[in-house]
C-alpha cells in the first residue's frame, strides 16, 4: 500500500470518470491519497477526497436525483437569477443603450425606454443568459453548484465526527483535514494561474475556491474575488475575475513533480511515495453506443455559440499540457471519456455507469503494470533533465505580477 499525491485533470462532465478510477485505487489497490490537485472538475474530486469522502460516498453523490427523477448534477446549468435594478444600472448594456441616441425619440423618452430594455433584458427567463453572458462572462449560473457544493462539505462524517466543512477557509479547510490540497484557477485581470491553497490563499472560503476553478469561461459565470476573501500571496486580487484553472494549465503535475524547494514552499512537503496523474483521455471511447450529443427540445445548449465554445475548450485543455503528458508518461493513468460532453450533466445512467466502469478498468490496468508502486525498487524515476524542465514550469506557474 501506497501514500500517492494526485493530480486530478478538468474535463467537466467527463470527471465522472475519476469516480471509477478511485473506487479501484482505493479499494482493490488499498492506495491512500497524499497531497491532492485539482482543476474544475478534477477541483471538485480533490475537495471530496480531502473530506475524506469514501468512493462509495462519491458514488452516491452521482447518482443524487432531484423531485423530479432528474439528475442534480443538470442544475449545474442553471439560468442566472434576475439582476439588482441598481446592478442593471451600471452594467455595461445599460451604458451601450444609453449611447445608442435616436435622434427621431426625444432623450426623455428614449432613457426610459432604455431602462426597460435593459431591465426586461436582464430579467425574461428566455433573454437572460445574453444578459449573464455579457456583464459576468458566462450563459450560465452556478449557483446550484454553490449550493451543492456547500452540502457536501457537511454530509457525513470525518475521522468519526459530523463533516462542518462548508464555512471554512482554506487555511481552516487544512487546520481540520490536515490535507494538503491544492485547486487551479485562472486570474483573467493578471493574466495569470492561480494555485489556490491553505498557504498562498488562507483566507478564501475553500466552497469559493473550487467554484472558482470549475468555472468554464463563457459557459459558468466569472467568478470576483470579495474583499473579505483576503490576498493571494499577499498580492491584492480583490474585484478580478477567476475562471477555470484549464484556461491556463489543466493537468499542471510539474508541481508536484519539481524537486525546487521554492515550489515546495507553496505546495507543501511530500510525504508521499509517488505522483499519480489522471488524465481524461477523450482519444479512448467508452464502450457505449447512446449518442453523445445534447438535443434537448429548445435548450439553449443547442445554440452554435455553446457548442463553438465547448470545442475552444475541449481544444484549449488538451494541447495546452502536452509537453509534460509526454515528459511525465510513465505517472499518469489515461481515463478513458471519448463520447463524453464536457457539459453532458444530464448522461443517463447507464452512460454514467459505462464511464465509471472504464475509469476503473484503466485503473486497474495501471497498477497491475506498476505493481511496485510507492517501494523503493519503484522504476518511475525522472531524468535530471525531466527534473529541471519541471523546476522551470513550476517556477513559471507560480510567478506573480509586480505590485
Known amino acids: 500500500m501506497a501514500t500517492l499525491d494526485l493530480v486530478f485533470e478538468g474535463g467537466g462532465a467527463k470527471g465522472m470518470v475519476f469516480v471509477g478510477a478511485l473506487q479501484e485505487l482505493f479499494g482493490p489497490g488499498g492506495h491512500k491519497p497524499g497531497r ?141 483535514t490536515k490535507s494538503e490540497v491544492s485547486f487551479i484557477a485562472s486570474d483573467t485581470m493578471w493574466a495569470r494561474m492561480l494555485i489556490l491553497n491553505h498557504i498562498t490563499a488562507p483566507d478564501l472560503p475553500v466552497v469559493w475556491a473550487v467554484r472558482m476553478s470549475m468555472s468554464i469561461p463563457l459557459i459558468w459565470q466569472e467568478v470576483v474575488w470579495q474583499e473579505a476573501w483576503g490576498r493571494y500571496l499577499n498580492r491584492n ?35 508521499s511515495d509517488a505522483v499519480v496523474g489522471l488524465l481524461i483521455d477523450d482519444t479512448q471511447a467508452i464502450p457505449f453506443s447512446e449518442r453523445s450529443l445534447i438535443e434537448y427540445s429548445g435548450d439553449v445548449r443547442q445554440l452554435k455559440t455553446i457548442q463553438r465554445v465547448e470545442r475552444l475548450v475541449n481544444t484549449m485543455t488538451l494541447a495546452h499540457d502536452a509537453a509534460s503528458i509526454e515528459l511525465f508518461n510513465d505517472h499518469i493513468v489515461r481515463l478513458p471519456a471519448g463520447g463524453v460532453g464536457i457539459v453532458e450533466f444530464d448522461m443517463s445512467d447507464d452512460k454514467r455507469r459505462a464511464l465509471l466502469e472504464a475509469g476503473r478498468k484503466a485503473m486497474h490496468l495501471y497498477l497491475a503494470a506498476n505493481s511496485s508502486l510507492g517501494k523503493p525498487t519503484r522504476s518511475l524515476v525522472e531524468p535530471t533533465s525531466a527534473l529541471q524542465i519541471a523546476n522551470e514550469a513550476a517556477r513559471e506557474i507560480l510567478k506573480t505580477p509586480e505590485a
Open 36 to 176: 491532492l490537485l485539482g482543476t474544475s472538475a478534477g477541483a471538485i474530486t480533490a475537495a471530496l477526497v480531502a473530506a475524506g469522502y469514501s468512493p462509495s460516498e462519491m458514488l452516491a453523490a452521482l447518482n443524487e436525483k432531484d423531485a423530479a427523477g432528474k439528475s442534480v448534477f443538470e442544475s449545474f446549468m442553471g439560468n442566472p437569477p434576475a439582476p439588482t435594478k441598481a446592478a442593471v444600472q451600471a452594467s455595461s448594456i445599460r451604458g451601450f443603450l444609453k449611447d445608442l441616441n435616436f435622434g427621431f425619440v426625444p432623450d426623455m423618452l428614449e432613457d426610459k425606454l432604455d431602462d426597460q430594455i435593459a431591465q426586461w433584458l436582464a430579467s425574461n427567463e428566455k433573454y437572460n443568459n445574453v444578459y449573464s453572458f455579457v456583464e459576468e462572462g458566462g450563459w450560465f449560473s452556478a449557483d446550484a453548484f454553490v449550493t451543492w457544493m456547500a452540502r457536501k462539505l457537511d454530509e457525513g462524517t470525518f475521522n468519526g465526527k459530523p463533516r462542518n466543512f462548508s464555512k471554512m477557509t482554506m487555511a481552516q479547510f487544512f487546520q481540520a
Open 237 to 271: 486580487v480583490a474585484n478580478h475575475a477567476i475562471v477555470d484553472g484549464g484556461m491556463l494549465s489543466n493537468f499542471p503535475i510539474s508541481l508536484f513533480l519539481a524537486p525546487d524547494a521554492n515550489v515546495a514552499k507553496f505546495m507543501g512537503d511530500s510525504n
